[in-house]
Structures are given as C-alpha cells and as structure tokens.
C-alpha cells in the first residue's frame, strides 16, 4: 500500500494554552505543530496547517478529515475558529 492510499487526517486539539494541529496517516500520528493563542489565531493555524502539509509534501485535497476535539466550553475563540477551519475544509473538499 503506497502514501496515496492511505488515510490522512487532521486533528485540531484546542485547550487554553493554545491548538495542537496533529497530521495522522492511517490513524498513526506522525507530525504535530503547536500554535499559541494571539489575535491573529486564525491567520496563524491556517499557516501551520500548510506547513505542516509541505513539510510531509501533502496536497489539501489529500486530506479526508478535518476535525476539532476541545474540553473548552463553546464560548472559547480559539474553539470557535478551530471548528470554523473544519467546517470550511470540509466543506470545499466536498466541491
């Protein structure tokens, strides 16, 4: 089984210190990138996400899954703009 048949995910684990964008390949976790909470929290986990992305030479397209875990309660910005990034990944990946 090559790279391009197998499953890549990515998990966006948020809690107050900050967002652990995680890159799994057939449900193995093999890179993590940390990105502190800032006003520019956005702007900033989509840059990590594409790094992370090249650093493992990976299309968006390749990416099945986009998904958010959080123990913070719904109110959280950094919670919101995480599920916000999934919501719109998903989305155009289904164009």
Known sequence: MNCEELKKT???RVD????DICLFIDEK???????EPNR???ER??????????????LPKTIELLRVES?????YSARRIAEAVAE????????
Do not use: Q
């Open 10 to 12: 990515l998990l966006l």
């Open 45 to 58: 986990t989509l840059l990590a996400i594409e790094g992370l992305l090249l650093r493992h030479a990976l």
């Open 16 to 19: 107050e210190a900050g967002t």
């Open 40 to 42: 520019e929290l956005l």
């Open 29 to 35: 976790e093999i890179d993590r990138v940390r990105v």
């Open 71 to 75: 123990s913070l309660p719904e109110g």
């Open 88 to 95: 719109i990944w998903m989305f155009a990946r289904s164009r």
